[in-house]
Nanobody
Framework: QVQLVESGGGLVQPGGSLRLSCAAS????????MSWYRQAPGKERELVAVTISAGGTINYADSVKGRFTISRDNAKNTVYLQMNSLKPEDTAVYYC????????????WGQGTQVTVSS
């Protein structure tokens, strides 16, 4: 059974930092592209960042470029999202996503972790 468990969310002041973690189990982690999505109240879920493979392609949404960094540790089956210079508009539930690179299957999702940026 595949599980993605996010952690690290919380309340932070504007300009602050948070580091999200997503621990995966039940899958061969190195075979999966790992992504972070977010969904703010009343808005659609949007892609924040994706890492295709270890040492491979990384992409970011324009809104977070230069502030967020995605990384993965295949030995720990974990993907991270370092978020710096946080803004109130970054407030959302952040979700981890795992999608197999070679097989067309539905992706896996975590349960989400709340990030609130407010003074």
């Amino acid at each position: 059974q595949v599980q993605l468990v996010e952690s690290g969310g919380g309340l932070v002041q504007p300009g602050g930092s948070l580091r999200l973690s997503c621990a995966a189990s039940g899958l061969t982690f190195s075979n999966y592209a790992m992504s972070w999505y977010r969904q703010a109240p009343g808005k659609e879920r949007e892609l924040v960042a994706v890492t295709i493979s270890a040492g491979g392609t990384i992409n970011y949404a324009d809104s977070v470029k230069g502030r967020f960094t995605i990384s993965r540790d295949n030995a720990k089956n974990t993907v991270y999202l370092q978020m710096n210079s946080l803004k109130p508009e970054d407030t959302a539930v952040y979700y981890c996503n795992a999608k197999h690179r070679g097989i067309i299957t539905a992706p896996y999702w975590g349960q989400g972790t709340q990030v609130t940026v407010s003074s």
